[in-house]
């Protein structure tokens, strides 16, 4: 038996292992997911391994937020062709696959094989680039290449447009494409932040914390979409689509990170807010310092002495009250010190708690960066060991 190798791109869901591995496209739009035509090929072929073999196929199809492989016989092309011509009233496709073999196999001869690849490669694309789109549009094609419908593809818009009420995400597809738009969301929130940290004005303070506020407020109600959409994911009335055991554990690490990346921003964006508040009340308190403490008299330096007291030099406040009402006045500044100080020592307190929490997120955050490379060294070796397999096979 004969195994054409070829490598091919990793797929994001594979029909026929049921299982969705991670691919990191650029982030398309919703529209053009939904107009833009998939790419087709026919990079490799293979032998299946039935008592009466026959040759196998393998269709590549890459998609703007997935790529797969389908298997397919030539029997199936043919019938393909035939179903085409009659969803399209009789109107055959532009092309037409391959004429079949009476007197030779293509299991035998890999120059037949390989011909009749080429052939049928063409034929898949001439009907998915010709401008009349009328095979195309027809159930017989999506359902040989395992498209989803038009129906299909309004509910899966439909699916994005109603989880920003917080709906969960039961589209695997939109799943990936919703938590996307998530990460863009927290970008833009640390966007802002970091604005904050660089604005001088107080009007653009405002304006950059209450931008940030905003889509962490946001990021928060698309993180329980996405947790409520992994429930019905996993669960077992999913069907064909429902995810495997290894998908389920990624998945929910991306929510997980994305919390933590959003309480990070949260905090950093509370710490912000009471550095700028303790900044004022240190300025508040160091200018009435100033005034009242450390030169109380330094403006009157050439005023006279007072007439009647032998402690230090009369101010305004003070030359009108007699012993007693200077000591009253002594006792409500030094009130007012112990509130600013109390004040002070609250904001302290504050950024103290601020930074206990920012340690403690450092250290998951390094938990959790080990736990990563250890899911690295053992798919590494899993990698290794089908490398392996791959070379005895050829």
């Not at 529209?31 to 196998?56: C, D, G, L, N, R």
């Not at 509370?270 to 004022?280: Q, T, W």
Request: positive net charge; glycine residues 4%; aromatic residues 4%.
């Amino acid at each position: 038996m004969h195994v054409d190798v070829k490598p091919t791109p990793t797929p994001l869901f594979s029909p026929r292992s049921n299982e969705f591995t991670l691919h990191a496209p650029s982030k398309p739009s919703t529209a053009s997911v939904m107009t833009s035509q998939p790419e087709i090929s026919i990079p490799t072929t293979s032998t299946s391994t039935t008592p009466k073999p026959y040759t196998i196929y393998n269709i590549t199809l890459r998609l703007p937020l997935r790529t797969f492989t389908l298997q397919k016989r030539y029997s199936d092309f043919t019938a393909l062709h035939t179903a085409l011509t009659s969803q399209a009233s009789g109107v055959p496709p532009p092309a037409s696959p391959p004429p079949k073999s009476y007197f030779t196999s293509t299991t035998s001869s890999p120059a037949l094989a390989e011909s009749r690849r080429q052939t049928l490669q063409r034929y898949l694309q001439t009907i998915n680039t010709d401008p009349d789109d009328r095979w195309r549009n027809t159930s017989v094609w999506r359902s040989f290449l395992n498209l989803p419908s038009s129906n299909s593809a309004n509910r899966h818009h439909t699916t994005l447009n109603g989880a920003a009420s917080g709906q969960p995400i039961t589209d695997p597809v939109a799943w990936l494409d919703y938590h996307r738009d998530l990460k863009s969301v927290l970008h833009d929130a640390r966007l802002n932040i970091t604005k904050r940290d660089q604005a001088s004005a107080a009007q653009a303070q405002h304006e950059c914390s209450a931008n940030a506020k905003k889509c962490l407020v946001k990021a928060g109600t698309m993180i329980q979409s996405l947790e409520s959409g992994l429930k019905t994911l996993g669960g077992d009335t999913w069907g064909r689509e429902r995810l495997g055991e290894g998908e389920m554990r990624r998945r929910k690490d991306l929510v997980e990170s994305a919390k933590k990346e959003r309480e990070g921003l949260e905090n950093l964006l509370n710490a912000m807010a009471a550095k700028s508040s303790l900044d004022a009340t240190i300025a508040q308190a160091t200018a009435r310092d100033k005034e009242k403490l450390i030169n109380p008299g330094e403006q009157h330096n050439n005023s006279k002495h007072a007439t009647g007291r032998v402690l230090g030099k009369e101010t305004d406040r003070t030359r009108a009250l007699d012993n007693q009402g200077v000591l009253q006045l002594q006792q409500q500044l030094m009130k007012e010190q112990d509130e600013d100080v109390e004040v002070l020592a609250q904001a302290v307190a504050r950024q103290k708690k601020i930074g206990l929490e920012i340690q403690e997120e450092l250290a998951v955050q390094k938990d959790m960066l080990d736990l990563l490379d250890e899911d690295v060294d053992r798919v590494q070796g899993k990698m290794d060991v089908a490398r392996k397999r791959i070379g005895k096979i050829k």
